[in-house]
């Protein structure tokens, strides 16, 4: 009996059905489960197979990304764990394990979670436990606060500070929730990450860090308790000094000294034994057991009632923790920046990656930017709510009968950051678009000239279209200059913040204005309230668009190509960052592609995102099975977008090791109109040679799209424009596919007896 050859299709963005992904109506699930499964057309229904013994396989794994309106949006606000998360992931090629990098996003992942908490805390024992509560108009037609003014201060905030720890535990619980629909495929054991040399994605277990995110878990959910503790107890000193507070005030301390060291250094391992391989978890259990220890001690110190005088004014050593926040925030970032630009120096790539292999800094700098915002947000909106209508600000009286609260004026220095910020960057934006417009129309109507010559009159509105197309497609390449942008604002407005520590920043300059009066002190609390309006209708925005992304495709393609991008990669660095679909994904398609080729060959076929996983899974597959195995990628982002931002783990080289693994069994299909996918190793305009010569050289074929442009005599409008989707529907397609069959080595296949 001959051996058969399997077409597996590997889907891209956006969550496409199996139905649509094998053009069949019926389909049934042959392996996997309703997160991530592998279906064949159901055979006595329509045609099930190819002529020729060519069969065809879906493998979807859209549900591990999407889920119900509800997941979503809480995965949304988790944006900016993601975003540090991914910023490691970016560093430059240098062959080494990327110095300083790994521990100083560590450390600033941390950060994020010690800000998080402080916002929590601003809102609940700050503004609502320490200044509205005192104040009869502010609890006044409340009974949902009212019944916490009868209740003694330390008792008050001991039962507010039970909200950021829940909050901390939501965080936990929400990444534990969604990994569980990859529990359903255990990978390999965790790869030693201690040992030299760089991490490298064709490392057996690559994809399997359960272990790696459990130490980082345990380790944030202390720096969040012991941030918590040090702000509850600092407070309680001030009022109430008493010996047993302060030594629990320093074992606060002691704790956060602890879980920064753990991060400076790496997982440790065991030497031998049943447990070889996995990470030395006891140092970590005993940071476990101090923070719930500690904060359950805390919470008890401040639950005993004293007497007090009534508090006025803010939290004491809230402003200041908040400021010193942002001033760690601000060395880790500068750092970041020079350890970045040491290691591009080492990389010779650094030139064609995206930014010159300044990647890491700005997804550092754009995570800090969104915490702040949702953080200043979020307190702010609080407040405004609670003083009746007006926004908080020293320089503007107070409502009368309101009370005086005083969110942290870093809270308001950030607003105005982002407010500049958004600014800024909207106005580069533009600029960008139609400074490079005319350039982009030029290269557009170059390749509509070779594809359409001498089209008839009535077909040139038509090849107009295909050129604004072609135009717009290409604008991602030329949006550089925006990111460089943003990173300089990021630095500057976290630098201005943090000089609050010496008393010469944002507090000290608002404190002047709002003794002098004047026009500058109005323009300042005007710009504040529009920074904090501008902040609020940008989370707003986020909910929309989480929403907006089940309704319109091309909203849920735009958004699932950032997210998919951003929980691509392990977590590493941020535990209550979304979980990584790719643990499951790889480890998956390479088990059934291993089967599969125990019958046969495979064409393992990946559109968009799928041809990452599909390059992914070719790195993990037994050296055994690669000559049966041929790949087809189309609408691939693997160049255009992965070698670029990711040069370390998916650049140049690892792509020419996949080529290499399969003996350049590799067909790539790319269109000009793709605004996503693109050339791997030629250029992008028609007629110029390969960038690279060699087998490399023949992976590359361009589709000409649309087809024509004129109406065939037996249709009635002219061909489609299908820009990114479908490619399998495009007669090149099934002809590579038959080419590629055919190049499959027969001598590879394993005798009838062992199938």
Known sequence: MAHEVVELRVHGVSGTSAEALLDHPIVARVAGDDNAGFYRPRPGFGISDRPGGLKVEAYRWGSLTAGTAVRTLSLLFLLPFMLVNLAVWTRPATGGTGGLIGPLCRLLAATLTAAFVLSIVGVTVDIVGWQCAPYRPCVRGRGYLGW???????????????VPIAALRLLGWLGKRSARAFEAFPAARGQDRTSGGEDRID???FWNDALVVQRLRAIHVAVGLGVLDAALLGALIHIHPTPVGQVLFVAAWVLLVAGVVLLCLPARRAAAGPGRGEVDLRGIRALRL???GLTVLAIVYAAVPFESEQPHGQLPGYEGAVAAVIAVQTGLLGALVVATMHQRRRSQGAGSSWLGGLATPVLASAAVAAAYGFSAALVYRVAD??????????????????????PPVSYRWAALAGLAAVMVVTATTIYRILATRRRRRRM?????????????????????????????????????????????????????????????????????LSRTGGMANTDLVFATDVGIYVIGLVALGIIVLGLLSYRSEGTRRTVAVIWDLGTFWPRTVHPFAPPCYAERAVPELAKRV???????????SGH???????????LQLPEEVLPRVALLTHGSPLHRLYARLCPAFLGDQVLHEVGNRINWRWVNLWRNTDPIGGPLFSAHRPGEPPRTHGPAGTVDRRLRDPSGITVELDDTVPPPIDRHWPYHTDPVYEAAVRELAGRLDPNAYPPARDR
């Open 148 to 162: 916490l003014a009868d209740i003694p201060l330390g008792p008050r905030l001991a039962l507010l500070a039970l």
């Open 203 to 205: 490392r057996p277990g």
């Open 290 to 292: 101090a923070a719930n």
């Open 385 to 406: 709510f609670l003083d009746r209508g007006e926004i908080p600000n020293p320089a503007r009286p107070n409502v009368p009968g309101a009370p005086p609260l005083e």
């Open 444 to 512: 557009a109507e170059g390749i509509v000239r070779t594809d359409f010559p001498d089209p008839p009159s009535e077909a040139l509105p038509r090849r107009t279209t295909v050129r604004e197309i072609i135009a717009r497609a290409a604008l991602a390449e030329q949006l550089s200059p925006v990111f460089v942008v943003f990173l300089v604002l990021s630095l500057l407005g976290v630098a201005t913040v943090a000089l609050d520590l010496i008393s010469v920043g944002p507090s000290e300059l608002s404190a002047r």
């Open 594 to 604: 291993t089967a599969l080729t125990t019958r046969g060959g495979v064409i393992l």
């Open 608 to 618: 968009s995102q799928g041809s990452v996983l599909a390059a992914a899974t070719l």
